[in-house]
């Protein structure tokens, strides 16, 4: 396991240092709250929690394009605002261990979700021989701390899903869905389909869309013939459907919030971008087909701590909590060339990424991971720019217009990931080890050394 020298603290000291005083020019984070926040992170020590979020696509582009529609050129998002920002490398794998320069979202996860790459498309198994490896979750239910995953996407979707399962490909996700996993059905003595094996885990709290996956029978073992919602009500879990009945649930029982037959729809809309561009255009933030009952990623992952905090009170321990938050369609948005999808799921995503420090702020002993899995393919380009892809024009709140561009693919076709590194930030214990150019699996070793799990 690393372990930092001298050298490296000494290094990691001054990096915070000028963080510091760049932060202190530009955020609304007070100069000595900044140093104070720096000063904690560099110091290593052991976490009580961990708040790992995760924006699914959300290169620096993402980024950048979600900043300058609702804060401006000048202004900063809430995850600008981590005292410690370096980036790190998402390539996958080939089978024979050789790089795969283009990550999914299933090789990327299984990366930080285990500390081993593998091959696009696996969950949480080895690039070669196929075996299921050991998942941070997996570590932190050993050691005593309570688990958590919200999503936006599908629960049995491939971020979520590196977590708590063990498959050979993505799409395995529910009991009528493991065509492409012979192997890993219950029939063949393995461990089910992804909806099957998370709430086999017992995860404390699960919460996203998905509820068509679960709606699925289980085909054969000990739950045979029940909906896989019905096997976890079976194993204690409270299923909710809402914002009422999440903010009802009791503390101290699991409890599995469902909240869209497939991916929660997002919050904003707009003009997907097209080929000779769009008129200029100013973003509805709001959604004719998402229910108003549906909690936003900021309410269920508050919702989400306050569950993990009273699962752990009642276990009188000392111990805290593992929680992952993805904002899942900042991807698929861009996927869909949806500059406005795609904004509006950055802006809710950075609402979470609130929610999370401000719960650090009272509880420094909580290490907060800011990232994502890969690159996408927005850009944003002069107005003059006549681009041969996907093009849309928006007029931001600033009154100023902005072009994006779309040309990972041709039109007509789902737009692709890139292979760029992508931003990671953080604060609190072993939030140093983010500083410089790591690897994806590096975050595996964070969080396992901040929570001293073995």
Known sequence: ???????????????????????????????????????????????????????????????????????????????????????????????????????????????????????????????????????????????????????????????????????????????????SCPADTIAKGGPGSIAEQSVNHKVDVLLGGGKQRFDQKVTDGTYKGLTVSEQAR??????????????????GQPVLGLFAPGNVPTEWTGRAAAVGGTDPQRCVTSNPKRPATTPSLADSATRAIQLLEAKQRSRHTDKGFFLQIEGASIDKQDHAADPCGQIGETAAFDRAVKVARDYAAKHPDTLVVTTADHGHTSQIVPLEATPPGLTSTLVTDEGQQLKVNYSTNTPGKSQEHTGVQVRIAAQGPQAYRVLGVTNQTDLFGTVREALHLR
């Open 1 to 179: 396991m690393y372990r930092p020298t001298s050298r490296h603290l000494k290094v990691a000291t001054a990096m915070v240092a000028a963080t510091a005083a760049a932060l202190a020019v530009t955020s609304s984070v007070s100069a000595s709250d900044t140093k104070e926040q720096a000063q904690r992170s560099v110091k290593g020590g052991k976490a009580k929690n961990v708040i790992l979020l995760i924006g699914d696509g959300m290169g620096d582009s993402e980024i950048t394009l979600a900043r300058d529609y609702t804060v401006g050129a000048a202004g900063r998002l809430n995850m600008d605002r981590f005292p410690l920002t370096g980036a790190y490398t998402t390539y996958a794998v080939h089978k024979d261990g050789t790089p795969d320069y283009v990550t999914d979202s299933a090789a990327s996860g299984t990366g930080w979700a285990t500390g081993v790459k593998t091959v696009n498309g696996r969950i949480s198994k080895t690039p070669g021989t196929d075996k299921a490896v050991r998942t941070i979750l997996e570590l932190a239910q050993k050691g005593g701390y309570a688990t958590g995953s919200v999503t936006t996407a599908e629960l049995t979707d491939a971020t979520p899903a590196v977590l708590a399962s063990h498959v050979t490909d993505r799409s395995c996700q529910g009991p009528a869905d493991m065509a």
């Open 234 to 251: 079976k194993l204690g879990y409270q299923v909710v459907t809402d914002d009422a009945s999440l903010k009802a649930a009791k503390a």
